[in-house]
């Protein structure tokens, strides 16, 4: 009995990775179609000056408009495309769409593009991205990538020859999710980015734990002190915003200041509705 039993068990859990293997097989082939269907997105959301509340850049944020599943994020494709080699084609696209997108602004504000593991190690990155500016007219410094300590996995000196081929090309460099990883701190000494963005865990517990202050002010002043601008995101209440003042962060991004929203209208820009009443309102957070 205890037998049969255990062998319902097992083949219980067989059909049930049979399953979750036949979802991940079916999103892995929507998701290949997803870009000729028209079905990514690219969804902008604000980084604010930490001082003036001025927008500087925009970072570009991936959305998948699944026709029966509707808006996906990226937690919940990203990591399957990178699984699946996709990421290379879903990286290209994202960085072209950016690129002539933030060429088309009417401001001087830079790009934010979130740049995956191995979408930065497939050769040629470099020189693709040069590309890619020369393409769309795009000054190479109004274009910021977002890479993860993730790229110094496999092989950190390549990782490192390509940072500084970014780097002469005049392109901006942010180590992101700083202090989520298991030896951020390393890799700065391995590479002077331009900025570090805080995690946004960190900022959401400031307020109700004494030691997220603790670490994003030691963090600051870390960044500070090897010469690099510190960026903090998920900023939500106007008690983080006062915190974060103090602490002197060089910039801000979070629902307080915009959601990510799309691109709107024959402005091309991505503050909804009014742009002018929409920057007077960021101002005014800032206002003494
Ligand atoms: P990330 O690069 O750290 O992006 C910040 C995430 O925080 C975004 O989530 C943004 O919508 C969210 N966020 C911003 N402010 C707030 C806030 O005040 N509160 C809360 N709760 N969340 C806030 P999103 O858009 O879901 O993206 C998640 C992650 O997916 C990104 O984290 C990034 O790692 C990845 N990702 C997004 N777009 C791309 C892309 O185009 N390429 C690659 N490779 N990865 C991407
Ligand atoms: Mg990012
Ligand atoms: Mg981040
Ligand atoms: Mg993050």
Same mark, same amino acid.
């Given at each position: $009995?205890?037998?049969? @039993?255990?062998?319902?068990? *097992?083949?219980?859990?067989? /059909? &049930? !990775? ?123 410094? $109004?274009?910021?990538? @977002?890479?993860?300590?993730? *790229?110094?996995?496999?092989? /950190? &000196? !390549? ?123 960021? $101002? ?5």
């Amino acid at each position: $009995r205890v037998k049969d @039993e255990g062998r319902g068990t *097992v083949r219980f859990f067989e /059909a &049930a !990775m049979d399953e979750q293997l036949q979802a991940r097989r079916r999103i892995e082939h929507e998701l290949s179609g997803a870009i000729p269907r028209g079905e990514l997105q690219l969804y902008y959301q604000p980084i604010v000056n930490g001082r003036t509340g001025e927008i500087e850049t925009f970072e570009a944020l991936i959305r998948w408009h699944h026709p029966e599943r509707g808006c996906v994020p990226p937690a919940e494709f990203i990591p399957l495309a990178e699984q699946t080699d996709q990421i290379g084609r879903i990286g290209a696209w994202v960085l072209d769409t950016a690129c002539a997108t933030a060429a088309a602004w009417p401001q001087p504000w830079r790009v934010s593009v979130n740049v995956s593991p191995k979408q930065f190690r497939q050769p040629g990155f470099a020189a693709g991205v040069a590309a890619v500016l020369g393409r769309h007219g795009l000054p190479p410094g $109004r274009l910021v990538l @977002e890479i993860t300590e993730g *790229v110094f996995i496999q092989d /950190a &000196a !390549m990782a490192v020859e390509v940072l500084t081929a970014l780097r002469t090309l005049g392109v901006r460099l942010a180590l992101d999710d700083f202090g989520t990883g298991y030896s951020s701190l390393s890799y700065l000494q391995r590479f002077k980015f331009d900025k570090i963005k805080v995690d946004q865990s960190f900022v959401r517990r400031l307020g109700q734990n004494a030691d997220s202050l603790t670490i994003v002010r030691a963090i600051t002043h870390l960044g500070h002190n090897l010469g690099l601008q510190v960026t903090v995101e998920g900023v939500e209440t106007q008690e983080q915003l006062a915190v974060l003042r103090e602490l002197g962060c060089d910039q801000m991004q979070g629902y307080l200041f915009a959601r990510p929203t799309p691109v709107m209208g024959a402005m091309m820009t991505p503050i909804s509705g009014s742009p002018d009443l929409e920057l007077a309102r960021l $101002r005014s957070l800032f206002a003494e």
